[in-house]
């Protein structure tokens, strides 16, 4: 239903990967309505390496926002 992506915080990525995600990303939400898509099914979110908590919370949120827009096709 949806496309999750975690990524490594921008100010703590190595070599600019979070912020080359978060512009493809970003390109990628612009495009999806005019397939028909809603671009909140396509998310990324920046976690700490390791942090679980925020891990947990980001798919338990992601999952409720998928569960409030139903199915991808009907």
């Known amino acids: 239903w949806g496309l999750l992506i975690t990524a490594c915080p921008e100010e703590e990525c190595d070599h600019g990967g979070s912020k080359r995600a978060q512009m493809r990303i970003d390109a990628l ?26 891990f947990t919370t980001a798919v338990k949120t992601f999952v409720e926002d998928l569960r409030e827009l139903g199915p991808l096709f009907q």
């Open 29 to 54: 939400k612009q495009d999806l309505p005019a397939m028909g898509i809603d671009a909140r099914r396509v998310q990324i979110v920046q976690l700490d390496k390791g942090d679980q908590k925020g």
